[in-house]
């Protein structure tokens, strides 16, 4: 049996930097992976450009049943502790829209920066090797049973992940570790995921597939304004996938597909303007025609201003900035970016990672209950909340 300080569960973001920082200490770390390469996911975020941070950032960003968890964690290791990483290992970036930062090459310069500071940190790298087993005794630490051998170590650091992308070798091995351990798991579920639509709606939207429209969408007291892309599914675009992480199975979720744009005015003006022009006419200076051909009745679409009333302007106004869906469902974990839910925040230290009744247990990154909005928030919890455990496990 081989002996080691810490063994790290999960090569991927918070794993990695967890290895680094606890090499770093001086400490001899084995980091785990059933995987062939490590941090699949990182390669695939911001479609392989990596959004490595955000700008922007702060606790209002995160989602938990604890939500003042992230913080320690989040003041400890900032987006300004990463960035100067990426500095210092000159991987020229960009901002982008709301504070996100991208690679500007390649999401591999990321991976191949934490590799190589796990090299000089003499972290063990074992790739392709899977987890059948976990035990602990008092005093002896735990004994971590693989298909080459048995691992033991003073501290296990559980950085496995969610459920999301399972193509990028998602697994629940993280939670079950935490049941084994009588940590409560809340019950996990996709976010930051596209929804799928009724029937009756799927078959009326389906021609709109590929539209992308300026919108607001609203779920509960929650907004977003961004691209809301129709696909032939359902909804998408970072706006749908923000407010997914918002929406319950069930709500009904309501869309302004002209934000900042004062309808009942403009239609008022248009009808003393050109009397005589159609109302189609008019709505398609301001919203592609296929969506008007399928969001506004054939009858009024084809009327003349001049012959619509106040009363049938509002209504339209209603349709187009208060439209209101209730999806069928999400595209489930297969393109969701993130899992909602996991290991209860409650049962782990916020300043260490460490679970609260189970000496040397830590976890970090998305497996805990943490989930971050679209813009590369999740991948600074991940470094975050690696680094936190990287000090003390």
């Known amino acids: 049996m081989t002996t080691t300080d810490i063994i790290i569960i999960g090569a991927g973001a918070s794993g990695l930097i967890c290895a ?22 990182i390669l695939m975020s911001g479609g392989g450009r990596c959004n490595f941070t955000n700008l922007s950032l702060s606790p209002e960003n995160y989602i938990s049943r604890n939500p003042h968890f992230c913080k320690s964690a989040l003041s400890r290791f900032t987006q300004w502790d990463f960035l100067a990483k ?23 310069e990321i991976l191949t920066m934490l590799l190589s500071e796990c090299d000089r940190a003499n972290v063990e790298l074992m790739l392709e090797t899977e987890v059948t087993g976990i035990a602990r005794e008092e005093g002896l630490g735990f004994t971590v049973t693989t298909p080459k051998g048995e691992f033991r170590s003073a501290s296990l650091v559980v950085a496995t992940g969610g459920l999301s992308i399972p193509g990028a070798g998602a697994t629940p091995l993280g ?76 709500e009904t979720v309501t869309i302004d597909l002209l934000p900042g744009t004062d309808l009942l005015t403009l239609l008022k003006k248009a009808q003393q303007d050109h009397p005589k022009q159609q109302v189609k006419s008019m709505l398609v200076t301001l919203l592609p025609k296929r969506l008007v051909t399928a969001m506004v009745e054939k009858d009024l679409a084809e009327a003349q201003l001049n012959s619509v009333s106040h009363a049938r302007f509002n209504g339209l106004e209603a349709s187009l900035k208060q439209w209101e869906v209730k999806p069928g469902g999400t595209e489930s974990y297969r393109t969701a970016e993130v899992t909602k839910g996991g290991v209860d925040c409650d049962a782990i230290s916020s300043k260490t990672m460490e679970a609260q009744k189970v000496p040397g247990l830590y976890f970090t990154g998305e497996v805990l209950d943490v989930t971050g909005w679209l813009g590369g928030y999740n991948l600074q919890w991940a470094w975050a909340s690696g680094w936190v455990a990287g000090q003390f496990a």
Do not use: M
């Open 20 to 41: 680094i920082e606890a090499g770093k200490r001086g400490r001899s770390v084995l980091l785990l992976d059933h995987e062939k390469k490590a941090g699949k996911k």
């Open 175 to 250: 939670y079950k570790i935490a049941e084994q351990f009588g940590i409560k798991v809340w019950p996990p579920s996709p976010g930051l995921v596209p929804f799928t639509l009724q029937p009756r709606d799927k078959e009326r939207l389906a021609p709109l597939s590929g539209i992308s429209v300026d919108a607001v969408v609203t779920c509960g007291r929650q907004s977003f304004r961004e691209n809301l892309l129709f696909t032939h599914r359902g909804l998408s675009g970072p706006v749908i996938l923000q407010i997914s992480s918002h929406w319950q199975p069930g």
């Open 86 to 108: 990426i500095e210092q290992h000159k991987i020229p970036y960009h901002e982008r829209d709301h504070g996100q930062l991208f690679c500007d090459n390649s999401a591999t």
